[in-house]
């Protein structure tokens, strides 16, 4: 096994707009800047890739008064490929999904409390 083999291998790369909730897109923005060496947009993709591994599909209460925000993110092919399939099984908008995976990534953190 190589040093290196714990990232993903290099795949394409598909522009997708998502509506993200304003809080989520700021906790990640957060983590983004203090906490690790990694771009949102790979952030994004670990919070798709623990979704689609756990298949944790819990719709979270969301605030009255949440503002969404129109993002584009870089997301993985396989990773999207996964996406469309749970949107077929649990009959999910693609946009909640990807809320739903940052909402849970952000749990597991200890950022945000259920």
Same mark, same amino acid.
């Given at each position: 096994?190589?040093?290196?083999? @714990? !990232?993903?291998? &290099?795949? &394409?790369? +598909?522009?997708?707009?998502?509506? +993200?909730? /304003?809080? =989520?897109?700021? @906790? $990640? ?13 790979? /952030? ?6 623990? =979704? =689609? ?5 819990? $719709? ?9 925000? !129109?993002?584009? !993110?870089?997301?993985?092919?396989? $990773?999207?490929?996964?996406?469309? @399939? ?19 990534? /952000? +749990?597991?953190?200890? +950022?945000?409390?259920?």
């Amino acid at each position: 096994m190589s040093i290196f083999s @714990k !990232f993903p291998p &290099k795949e &394409k790369l +598909i522009s997708r707009t998502y509506e +993200i909730d /304003l809080t =989520l897109y700021e @906790k $990640l923005e957060h983590l983004s800047t203090t906490t690790y060496d990694v771009s949102i947009n790979k /952030l994004v993709n670990t919070c798709l890739e623990h =979704l =689609l591994s756990t298949k944790n599909i819990a $719709l979270y209460k969301r605030n009255r008064n949440e503002i969404s925000v !129109f993002r584009t !993110f870089l997301i993985r092919q396989s $990773l999207l490929e996964g996406l469309y @399939k749970l949107k077929t099984e649990y009959n999910i908008s693609l946009t909640k999904l990807v809320n739903i995976a940052i909402y849970d990534a /952000l +749990i597991d953190e200890g +950022i945000l409390k259920k």
